[in-house]
């Protein structure tokens, strides 16, 4: 005899672990479909602005390009059925992160210095590991610009109460027009790099409504600003 098992409507409020991990796995797969998606995104782009004919190709490149662009907005719709359902681990550990994404950098870059200042105490507004990605991507993309690079991070919290790192390297910069293109899909001008690290950074930060900044000017090196968290002020009665 099979069995099919059924979960009662109230199922979800009696074992909250189960909703948590539900949540946490297609989190992560909305995540990984959303990098997977930038790619495909950027290869079609190119083949529609290479060709604007009505090759099979061009019209195949056109309709991938409609569908990704729905699927975004459905992605960018599930919020509530993601993130309100999980718990960031250890949510305050800004210093911890940012630790473990130094020691990772520089284990894969030994050209690479990283100088970290003290930081603001706050409550992350995405996952350790998302925002873990998003620093492994940025420390990586200074690494890779220069033969010595320094990174500084520093913290702030911004009149919005909420908590902003501040990653300045020592690399190249970037002229105007690189600077434009810098979050588009394969845009790089070093060989053998897909040109993809930014674009994960600006995916992520905006699959959590997270606002960042990235400026850059030749011969003064690169800085990048994002919102990470929200401050968490202490109550001078309960310190």
């Not at 409020?13 to 946490?24: I, V």
């Not at 297609?26 to 004919?53: E, M, P, Q």
């Not at 897909?194 to 995916?203: I, K, M, P, S």
């Not at 011969?219 to 001078?236: K, Q, S, W, Y």
């Amino acid at each position: 005899m099979t069995a099919t098992l059924m979960l009662k409507s109230t199922d979800t409020k009696d074992c909250p672990s189960k909703r948590h991990l539900a949540s946490k796995l297609l989190r992560g797969y909305l995540h990984k479909t959303s990098n997977s998606l930038c790619g495909i995104k950027g290869y079609a782009s190119l083949i529609v602005a290479t060709d604007d004919s009505n090759e099979r190709s061009s019209r195949w490149a056109r309709k991938i390009l409609a569908e990704i662009e729905r699927m975004e907005e459905i992605f960018r719709s599930v919020g509530d059925l993601t993130q309100g359902a999980i718990p960031f681990r250890s949510g305050c550990d800004i210093p911890g992160v940012l630790s473990r994404s130094i020691v990772e950098a520089t284990t894969k870059n030994s050209n690479l210095e990283v100088i970290p200042s003290s930081l603001p105490v706050g409550q992350l507004l995405l996952p350790e590991a998302d925002l873990q990605l998003v620093l492994n991507e940025i420390l990586n993309n200074s690494a890779e610009a220069d033969l010595k690079a320094v990174v500084t991070v520093t913290g702030q919290v911004e009149i919005t109460g909420r908590v902003a790192l501040c990653l300045a390297d020592n690399g190249p910069g970037m002229p105007a027009q690189l600077l434009k293109q810098a979050t588009d899909p394969f845009v790089t001008t070093r060989d053998g790099h897909h040109g993809v690290g930014l674009t994960r950074v600006e995916t992520i930060l905006d699959m959590h409504g997270l606002a960042w900044s990235l400026i850059s000017q030749p011969g003064m090196g690169t800085t990048v600003t994002l919102e990470v968290a929200e401050a968490l002020i202490l109550n001078p009665e309960i310190v």
